[in-house]
């Protein structure tokens, strides 16, 4: 069996002990003779698993009391909606625009309120992240909203904005659990589970108790109101079971590993390898300025289309794959998330190294 390294920037690659462990309960979960796949969501097993990933995440996370844990579905995207219909109660928030996911939550938020743009790094390709430190905000925004990780542009907030009292809302999808967090900075965090978590179609929002209420946007769909999902523990309607199985098995496996202290400090030392590279290359170089680098997503360039696609070529047949870059951006993206091993970034570089002396 080979497995390639997956460099994608979601789905994206899973630890293998993860998977194995999937596969050998595949048939029969823990002696209950079914697969999780085709178990009730209302039985006592299913609810032991549901109830120990979300017991499981809040310790990962430090997570508050007074803060709820939702698994729902529909991806980040669906959460683009969820949010202004639930929170804008006076119909106006801020959002800071750091690239296409921060775009398309604005856009969204403009269907139901007033969504004011409060920064940008449009006039650099998104290269970099706003200073946030004093932005235009009013006493009657409901809240201020980011993309703490920027996937498809490679920037990360290390500094949370000055959001004056208002409540952060953040989109944490491709650093979740990446790095420790303060939970209670933010009203929400939410993200998709795809990038560094589980499988696709597994939303996790976590939002202070006190920001659930039955006042909603009128015309606001019951599978839609974070009410409909609190009150029912996650269990309205069918959840996305089997990959809230697979996200419980990977916070075992971030636990196991240290926790989320270690786990930065492992990505860091993993980004710095292909980073301090990235800095030394005279055929390669990053695209984004130094202070704002994502330590999960390393978009790279050579200055020339027809080497880049060489590249991505190349490296896929030496089994370094999905290093093709976003399609709106171009040049090349490796992802090394949680899952990616040191070792896959190592000979990575080793094969990057290679590839510059073969084509100067
Ligand atoms: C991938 C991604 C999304 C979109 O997620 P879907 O689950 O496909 O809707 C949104 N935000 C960020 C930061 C992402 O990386």
Redesign the pocket.
């Known amino acids: 069996m080979a497995r390639v390294y997956n460099f994608s920037?979601?789905p994206a690659v899973l630890p293998e002990e993860v998977l194995r462990e999937a596969a050998d309960e595949m048939l029969d979960y823990k002696g209950s003779g079914q697969s999780v796949m085709e178990m009730s969501h209302r039985s006592k097993v299913y609810d032991q698993i549901i109830k120990e990933a979300e017991k499981d995440l809040r310790e990962l996370m430090g997570i508050p009391e007074n803060y709820k844990v939702l698994f729902l579905q529909?991806?980040?995207?669906?959460q683009f909606a969820m949010i202004p219909m639930n929170l804008m109660k006076h119909k106006k928030a801020g959002y800071v625009l750091t690239g296409q996911?921060a775009k398309?939550a604005f856009s969204e938020a403009k269907i139901y309120g007033e969504a004011v743009e409060l920064a940008s790094s449009a006039d650099k390709t998104f290269s970099y992240i706003p200073d946030c430190s004093d932005l235009p905000i009013t006493e009657d925004m409901d809240y201020v909203y980011i993309?703490e990780?920027?996937?498809?542009y490679g920037t990360k907030f290390h500094t949370l904005p000055n959001t004056k009292g208002r409540e952060l809302v953040a989109?944490?999808?491709?650093c979740f659990l990446s790095e420790p967090v303060d939970v209670t900075k933010y009203g929400l965090i939410y993200?998709?589970v795809?990038?560094n978590i589980g499988p696709?179609g597994v939303?996790i929002t976590i939002i202070r108790e006190d920001l659930v209420t039955e006042e909603v946007l009128p015309g606001t769909p019951t599978m839609l109101k974070y009410k409909t999902h609190v009150d029912a523990e996650s269990l309205y309607n069918t959840p996305p079971c089997y990959g809230i199985y697979i996200c419980g098995k990977v916070f075992k496996w971030l636990k196991q590993m240290g926790g989320l202290s270690e786990m930065k400090k492992r990505n860091e030392k993993k980004a710095a390898l292909l980073y301090d590279y990235l800095d030394k290359s005279s055929l390669f170089r990053g695209t984004v300025v130094k202070e704002d680098r994502s330590l999960m997503n390393v978009p790279f360039v050579t200055g020339n289309d027809e080497l880049n696609a060489k590249f991505v070529k190349e490296a896929e047949a030496a089994g370094f794959v999905n290093l093709k870059g976003h399609r709106t951006v171009g040049g090349m993206r490796a992802s090394i998330y949680n899952a990616m091993p040191y070792e896959g970034v190592a000979k990575l570089v080793q094969f990057m190294e290679d590839f510059e002396k073969n084509n100067r």
């Not at 989109?171 to 491709?174: G, L, R």
């Open positions: 920037a979601g529909g991806g980040a995207s669906t996911w398309k993309c990780n920027n996937t498809i989109d944490v999808s491709s993200g998709g795809q990038k696709a939303v």
